[in-house]
């Protein structure tokens, strides 16, 4: 929701990118305001996951121009683990697994190591149990995940929520969600998104990466942007979702790109 | 590599001091005459001097073993030393009659000596190069009719028992290292628990290398009458040298009706410096016998030291309704080699076995598992289970298995499953991404995977495996 006169969480400017050698973010600008929900949409190849990841600090990506601000604190100087511990929460889109580490283990490091940092007391097993199975009702996930191994033998709904699970223990400020809706069938999506939706509050702010509209009709987003060959090149209200989802992502691009002529080369083999 | 992983990996090795000590050390050279040598020092009966004859006899006939995935320059068996020990007084009477600096040395290791020291509640005994050096609480366990000490002492004062047993489980000319081991072999351990008995405490073997060109060929012998159980550890460190030192040992485990041996390693000999330079080559014969029925023999291990390590714990399950396990984790880094596994070896009706392999590969090191599980005619109704798996960290490391399974009858079950996984940027950047630094983060991946195996370890253990793996990985990852 847009609130008036609400602090800025995210400012990027000018950002450029690039995984070995190969240039993916070419001028990415994008200001988040506390409150806010922004739906990132986009073709593949467009540079969508390459930024959730670039503002999470994965080191196979190289940034080679601009600047990114939380709440005015320069992000790129940190390493990933401490952008986490400032606020920035990235649900992946493939979770990994993590074979004989119990779920509530895992799930207890975090929380305390965020808390720590934070300056807050940790929780003892006992404490972090009574915690986490509360925020488990939110997701409507039964206790066994606890005992379980993280991620391991989890459908892909169950691994979602576990994303959503840790978004609810550690409250970030900003929360990038990474293609959430891809593998979910509409159960899982609707419970997903309602977490999503309780979680949102006037204090943080949310970034959806998304394919397809289907999200959208359950996390209403406040901005629509389209990302195509490394910018953002539209933004619209949550209209522009569906009028994407009606005509395609070419008429934006090709707008984008303007006159430059599309040459493909075929060689006979 | 990342820097973040690197640094993690390449730890120093905190047990590689050497003790200033004088040392008692034979030249160089093997030979009838160095046999007869050690013999003599020992003061030995004449049947165990013939035992080392023979197994010097089948040694010489035999060639070194080509077949594990390990590579080392050929071994010159005449440049090693067969006999150090610590120069002391001949005998003992109380633990403070032993060398202070021997004292100093086990108490830098974490090793009590003295009976009232932290780990009360362990018996242990001490083996320093090639001699035991002292045991605790051996008074106390003789009260219930334990045995357990040097072996130099057993061949002494317990010659029936020694004889009885005596490579009854790996014969003298079994392997290549174990013929050799039989050969020349200095000291060890041996437990004798009687029938009936249960052992009150865990028992522990401490090793200890400290002369930079002996070999240590230690034997152990354990030996659990009919409805006795036992808990046994074992740890070994060795100082930093540039040289490779030689360890190979044989030990021996018999298992009588209904007996229980539990046999739990920590093995962290020096590993050789990050560009492969020394370390120790362990070279070592483990065999359990099953013999009793519903007999049990477990054996665990922990492996993160040695240059190269060789060895197969293994069971022969002789007895009905016996049962064999074995679980391991064998961690290799910089240019270790690891050839590990085991074998177990069904006989008797109904006999079951399970084997837990873990192993974890960084650095340029090799890590290979290899076992036999063999149902003979005899074992209907046998059943095994098998699962190996392996991980990697970093990418220039290799993780190999080699299972071997001859199934003779129709009514065995036996299960093998295996896999391999990889932490890389992408498992890290998960944990970084949720607040958790590479260290922990490794720690947390690789204690979850090698849990089946450290649930098995009596709990001091447990703790200092988990601690060693952290240590032992610290800077691998990133």
Redesign the interface.
Known sequence: MIYPGSKTILEVRGLCASVSGTEILKGLDLTVKSGEVHAIMGPNGSGKSTFSKVL?????YQVTAGSVLLEGKNLLDL???E???AGV??A?QY??E????ANS??LR??YN??QT?RGKEELDPLEFDDFVREKMKLLEMSPDFLDR?VNEGFSGGEKKRNEIL?MAL?EPRLAILDETDSGLDIDALRIVSQGVNKLANKDNAMVLVTHYQRLLNYIVPDFVHVMDDGRIVKTGGKELALELEARGYDWVGAKHRGAAPKVVAKVAA | MSAVLQNLVNQPYKHGFVTDIESDVAPKGLSEDTIRMISAKKNEPEWLLEFRLKAYQQWLKMTEPTWPNVKYPKIDFQAISYYAAPKQKPKLKSMDEVDPELLRTFEKLGVPMHERAVLAGVAVDVIFDSVSVATTYKHKLAEVGIIFGSFSEAVHEHPELVKKYLGTVVPVGDNYYAALNSAVFTDGSFCFIPKGVKCPMDLSTYFRINTQESGQFERTLIIAEEGASVSYLEGCTAPRFDTNQLHAAVVELIALDNADIKYSTVQNWYAGDENGIGGIFNFVTKRGLAKGVNSRISWTQVETGSAITWKYPSVVLQGENSVGEFYSVAVTNHHQQADTGTKMIHLGKNTRSTIVSKGISAGHSNNSYRGLVKIAPTAAGARNYSQCDSMLIGDQSGAHTFPYIQVRNNSAKVEHEASTSKIGEDQLFYFAQRGIDAEAAVSMIINGFCKDVFQQLPLEFAVEASNLLSFKLEGSIG
Not at chain 1, 98 to 101: A, F, L, R, T
């Open positions: 999470a600090g994965h080191s196979a390493p990933p683990e952008r986490a511990r929460f990235l992946f979770p990994i993590i074979p004989g580490v283990q895992f490091l975090t190591t965020v940092q191994s840790q550690l």
